[in-house]
């Protein structure tokens, strides 16, 4: 797994994670999810100069340019639900992209700190030999992308997989870069050392699904 960590060069992306850390410009809901989508440009615009080009003819009303365009063999894939700001701004940029979605969520059995991922719903077109940008704004144990990973193997296997976070954990970083294929890349905005008893990533920001789209019962 090849790691691109943003926040390691300075740039506008520094504002953006700062907002969505803080406890008081997260009461504005939607700033937030605002600040997930630009986070979310930022990093499609990175990892579109690791993708495939080709020569494409645009013809102009005075003749015609060859131009470098992506090859349009992308599938978008985000966890449901905190994944769909990030989602957005993803597709702000690769708008001719196919779109996927999966639920993965945290289940308590004991209601105590132990939980196991639990994957219940995945729309999709074929991944077979394609591009697949999965989703997920908080990395931090890495068992969801796991989980997520095993349940869309039955749909196809991709030519590349570029996991796409606004934070993790070292951790969690971790516990996924020997359970993906080789060829995959990680793009994330930002790199925290911690995680608490109860698998949060500290210190974080937070629910990003209930600082999104208000607490769940």
């Known amino acids: 797994m090849t790691i691109h960590h943003l926040q390691e060069t300075n740039s506008i992306l520094n504002k953006f994670i700062s907002e969505i850390r803080d406890v008081n410009i997260q009461k504005d809901s939607l700033r937030f999810r605002r600040n997930i989508e630009r986070i979310g440009e930022i990093l499609g615009y990175e990892l579109s100069k690791e993708l495939t080009y ?39 940029y690769f708008d001719d992209a196919e779109n996927a979605f999966i639920s993965a969520y945290r289940h308590h059995p004991n209601n105590d700190a132990d939980f196991k991922i639990v994957v219940e719903y995945f729309a999709a077109p074929s991944i077979e030999n394609k591009i697949l940008l999965l989703a997920d704004p908080m990395l931090a144990t890495g ?28 951790e969690g970083i971790e516990f996924i870069k020997d359970k993906f294929p080789e060829n995959t890349h990680l793009w994330i905005a930002a790199i925290d050392t911690e995680l608490n008893d109860k698998g949060y990533i500290v210190p974080g920001l937070g629910d990003a699904g209930d600082l999104a789209f208000g607490a769940k019962l």
């Open 54 to 92: 080709c020569s494409t003819g645009v013809e102009t009303p005075l003749g015609v340019k060859e131009e470098q365009l992506p090859n349009k063999d992308v599938v978008l894939c985000s966890i449901l639900r905190a994944g769909l700001p990030l989602h957005q701004g993803l597709l702000n």
């Open 143 to 170: 068992q969801s992308l796991v989980a997520v990973l095993e349940a869309i193997k039955k749909y196809g296997t991709p030519k590349e997989i570029h996991v796409v976070a606004v934070i993790g954990s070292t």
